[in-house]
């Protein structure tokens, strides 16, 4: 390591807390280093809603904060990079930039680490940050590809033997079961995201057959429109059906609640999710998303201070 690559004595980094947001308004005001990401599971729109949401990173020298980095865990364990500020080096270059991935992103990694994070992501990420992050591992994950259909009427029915209805607590462990059968580790859900839309979706779905569930979807709604969040079913049952049935049932639920489309996303390499849409309709929309991420390896070290 060279030695202007190393953090000046007395810098810190700690996690940030709520006492930081007025001072990361500041920075976020004055700095073009600044980069808003989107959460897949909340919304934010200011530093001090991320203070009090999401883990968040602080490099600080002599109490002034020179960059914050801050992750949502919704998608544990996969890490999304929600939001990332730098402090302009006015006179001495990008030195705040280049000490910034090489010495603060290592430790904010290995925090997450120990946080139970096993990926690091990041969506629609800028040029500048994605040419600093392709420094150091960060590589094309995937392209996730926006569909809609106008109108509710489907007339193809799906596999009618299948008993659908709603999710229940006990379905919870054979749902995440299911999703880690049908989606590559990066893509799965995980038991908090089911739970909590099994909670407050009005429109979350198993199909059964023989007593055992078989596939299931999770969908919300936004004023008139719908979203289907997750449909999967189970390998070696796909192609039978159940898919089409449970967007089906989703569709009359949707209908009866007045609303009058529906939208959703998925990866570009998902070759058969975007033949089943297209085949019910789904058009696609071209609002795309560009997802980088970094597998994180085993921390060797972690000197992030704890906040009293």
């Keep these: 390591m060279r030695a ?20 990361l308004n500041r920075l976020v005001a004055t700095s073009p280093w600044t980069f808003w990401g989107e959460s897949w599971g909340a919304g934010y729109e200011d530093p001090d809603t991320l ?8 490099w600080l020298r002599e109490e002034a904060i020179q ?10 364990p996969v890490a999304e990079v929600c939001f990332l500020v730098l402090r302009p080096d006015n006179h001495q270059g990008d030195t705040n930039r280049r000490l910034f991935f090489s010495q603060v992103l290592p430790y904010a990694e290995a925090w997450l680490w120990t946080l139970g994070a ?36 489907l007339s193809i029915q799906g596999n009618r033997a299948a008993l659908v209805r709603r999710i229940s607590p006990d379905d919870i ?54 979203y289907i969040s997750r449909l ?4 070696g049952h796909q192609g039978r059906g159940l898919g089409t049935r449970l967007v089906r049932e989703a569709f009359s639920q949707m209908q ?11 990866q570009e390499n998902n070759t ?12 696609h929309i071209g609002a795309n998303k560009i997802i980088w991420s970094k597998p994180l390896a085993i921390p060797q070290k972690c000197k992030v201070t704890e906040t009293s």
């Design 173 to 226: 462990a054979s749902v995440v079961a299911l999703d880690a059968a049908a989606f590559a580790p990066f893509w799965r859900v995980n038991d908090d995201m089911v739970r909590q839309a099994s909670e407050k979706s009005p429109y979350a779905l198993v199909a059964e057959m023989e007593q055992r569930v078989l596939g299931y979807l999770l969908a919300e709604r936004s004023l008139d429109e719908g």
């Design 4 to 23: 202007e690559d190393r953090l000046p004595e007395g810098d810190i980094l700690r996690p940030g807390d709520l006492r930081d947001g007025l001072a």
């Design 256 to 266: 009866r609640d007045g609303l009058n489309s529906v939208s959703l996303n998925t």
């Design 67 to 76: 960059g914050a980095l801050f992750f949502s865990l919704y998608r544990q």
């Design 232 to 235: 999967a079913v189970l390998p």
């Design 118 to 153: 096993r990926w690091a992501s990041v969506m629609d990420g800028t040029e500048w940050l994605l040419a600093e992050l392709a420094r150091y591992g960060y590589r094309f994950q995937d392209r996730v590809l926006g569909y809609r259909r106008m109108g509710l009427d």
């Design 272 to 283: 058969r999710s975007r033949n089943l849409y297209e085949h019910l309709g789904f058009q």
């Design 51 to 58: 203070l009090g949401r999401y883990p968040g990173l602080l």
